[in-house]
């Protein structure tokens, strides 16, 4: 039996999904795509075999088991509450949005549902759940983009930061993950679900530089506890579409996907 599945978002990040579903995905059934601009669910739905149904947000969580939300921080919550509330599961991109809302947690473990957060454009994050089940004693993500791919963020807005005028490398936010994600909503998810797998959005340190010398999205983390240190670097190629978004979190949804509908688990 295939896994009834359906995507909110219809951007980057879930045309792309939908496409690998329909074309290498056989365990999961795509029926279908919400977008609030419905033109891009309708071209989703367009470019995908059989063609999923193009509905509401609310439509689309009453017709599948599990909901893909690819749509924005500031919508995730609401999707969630709803889904869960169904006892359906959830895979979540803005994972971000999903800070400081533990009750979605908590709704999930009543209603014996499931939230899935893809490790997006990071590497390492296999080591650094193995070592929460540890002692921590800290972590830090260090995250470089180029300027485009941290336009918008209301932190450089309210720091009077503008990135049209660097020339060289800048140190745009050093705080708390939780104070990133608040800061850079749409740019810096990795720091949620990093933090989420370790010690919280509290303790996890993160620090953001934008750079005009680079083309790519890196993170680099460093964990040390009573296991060792880890460190990891990713070079990320910012996905065609969207430069805010790096490509490796577009195959990570893919590959979250087949991990949920494939028999065999690799790594922690
Ligand atoms: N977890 C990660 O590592 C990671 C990495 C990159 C991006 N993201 C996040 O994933 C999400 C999708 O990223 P993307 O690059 O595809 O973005 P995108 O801007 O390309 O696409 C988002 C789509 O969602 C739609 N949308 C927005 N609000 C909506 C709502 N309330 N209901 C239905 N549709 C809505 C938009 O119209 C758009 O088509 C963003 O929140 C982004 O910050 C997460």
Redesign the pocket.
Known sequence: MKLKVGI????????ELGKAIGSRIPGADLVAV????EE?ARKLSKNVFPVPRVLS?EELIDEVALVI????????A??AEKTLSQGKDIM??????LLGKMHLFRLAQEKGARIY??????AGLDGVKAAAAGRIDSVILTTRKPPAGLKGAPHLEKAGIDLDALTEEETVFEGTAEEAVEGF???I??A??LSLAGIGPAKTRVKIVADPKTSHNVHEIKIEGEFGRLISRTENLP?P??P???FL??L??IATLEAIVSPVRIGT
């Not at 939300?69 to 995730?76: I, L, N, Q, Y």
């Open positions: 909110i978002g219809c951007g980057a990040i879930g045309s919400a977008d609030v601009d891009k947000p939300e690819c749509a924005s921080s500031s919508a995730v609401a999707i979540v991109m803005s994972v971000g949005g957060l893809p490790s997006g454009a990071l909503p749409r740019n998810n990795v949620a679900t996905s579409s969207n805010k978004t790096s979190a577009i990570s949804a």
